[in-house]
């Protein structure tokens, strides 16, 4: 088993309990592990949450954290997948000052190269989304970063796996 450190996704399937997220990140800080984003959604089975985590470790300490997580009662299950098994994008938005959007050329060039898209303009300020890879916001956030931003804001990583996962048909075999 590789000791290498990784970048892991992990989905954990849960029921929506107060205090839960206290719990399952303590797992990761008693061991020292800085968890790189986190996401919680619905999921597509009704009434379970699903949380999305980045954590960057070994293998084996990626099992034993999953054997851990898995030991909360309101946890359902846990996955882990490494970045070659997901399909995975963040969304990040950024404010910035309006007349940079009129008076800049090059604001207009980076957004349509970035696939980046305006959500809003009025006379202060208009706001860009974007979706994408990390490496992608990054790198907008660099060619922007030079004409000023007001405010940024990124989401967790949200992700799907490319194989089936086995939930759904766990938790049906659960309820018959």
Same mark, same amino acid.
């Given at each position: 088993?590789?000791?290498?450190?990784?970048?892991?996704?992990?989905?954990?399937?849960?029921?929506?309990?107060?205090?839960?997220?206290?719990?399952?990140?303590?797992?990761?800080?008693?061991?020292?592990?800085?968890?790189?984003? %986190?996401?919680? !959604?619905?999921?597509? /089975?009704?009434? $379970?949450? =699903?949380?999305?985590? @980045?954590?960057?470790? #070994?293998?084996?300490?990626?099992?034993?954290?999953?054997?851990?997580?898995?030991?909360?009662?309101?946890?359902?299950?846990?996955?882990?997948?490494?970045?070659?098994?997901?399909?995975?994008?963040?969304?990040?938005?950024?404010?910035?000052?309006?007349?940079?959007?009129?008076?800049?050329?090059?604001?207009?060039?980076? %957004?349509?190269? !970035?696939?980046?898209? /305006?959500?809003? $303009?009025? =006379?202060?300020?208009? @706001?860009?989304?974007? #979706?994408?890879?990390?490496?992608?916001?990054?790198?907008?956030?660099?060619?922007?970063?030079?004409?000023?931003?007001?405010?940024?804001?990124?989401?967790?990583?949200?992700?799907?796996?490319?194989?089936?996962?086995?939930?759904?048909?766990?938790?049906?075999?659960?309820?018959?």
């Amino acid at each position: 088993m590789s000791q290498e450190n990784k970048l892991y996704t992990v989905s954990i399937y849960t029921e929506n309990n107060i205090g839960l997220l206290n719990r399952i990140s303590a797992i990761f800080q008693r061991r020292h592990i800085n968890i790189e984003s %986190i996401n919680s !959604s619905v999921s597509e /089975i009704e009434n $379970v949450t =699903k949380w999305i985590m @980045v954590v960057k470790l #070994s293998e084996e300490q990626m099992k034993k954290i999953i054997g851990q997580i898995e030991k909360q009662v309101e946890v359902i299950k846990a996955y882990y997948h490494t970045e070659d098994e997901t399909i995975y994008q963040e969304t990040c938005l950024f404010k910035i000052k309006s007349d940079l959007l009129f008076n800049e050329r090059q604001i207009q060039n980076i %957004i349509k190269e !970035s696939n980046a898209r /305006i959500v809003t $303009v009025n =006379k202060a300020f208009f @706001v860009i989304e974007k #979706s994408g890879r990390k490496e992608e916001i990054d790198l907008l956030h660099r060619e922007l970063t030079v004409f000023g931003i007001m405010q940024f804001t990124r989401s967790g990583r949200i992700a799907v796996t490319k194989d089936e996962m086995q939930i759904s048909t766990m938790l049906k075999a659960l309820q018959h």
